[in-house]
């Protein structure tokens, strides 16, 4: 089982950053891929950014390259994302979630954090 809470969302303007927490605890976390996941009022929950715990290989969506970085703490058991040049395109709330492999497919993620809300405003 693993637990995920994430932090650190807010209402910030265009060009603005904002960095996310995602703290997980349970048995055996750092076996697991932690990905972030975004869901706008009236759309699908979209794949953000993933890294894998072991080794820290890193993916991003096409349209966070060069803006997100994700990274991990292993002494905190965390991985944040930080979200530089920020647009209003992505306000949404952020999810981090965990799985045994990597996937962009929000449905093969086992364990999910209850969301932090993001917003920029332009």
């Known amino acids: 089982q693993l637990q995920l809470v994430e932090s650190g969302g807010g209402l910030v303007q265009a060009g603005d950053s904002l960095r996310l927490s995602c703290a997980a605890s349970g048995r055996a976390s750092s076996s697991y891929v932690i990905a972030w996941f975004r869901q706008a009022p009236g759309t699908e929950r979209e794949f953000v950014s993933a890294?894998?715990?072991?080794?820290?290989?890193?993916y991003y969506a096409d349209s966070v390259k060069g803006r997100f970085t994700i990274s991990r703490d292993n002494a905190k058991n965390t991985v944040y994302l930080q979200m530089d040049r920020l647009k209003p395109e992505d306000t949404a709330v952020y999810y981090c979630?965990?799985?045994?492999?990597?996937?962009?497919?929000?449905?093969?993620?086992?364990?999910w954090g209850q969301g932090t809300q993001v917003t920029v405003s332009s």
């Open positions: 979630a965990g799985q045994k492999t990597l996937s962009i497919n929000a449905d093969l993620y086992d364990y």
């Open positions: 890294i894998a715990w072991s080794g820290g290989s890193t």
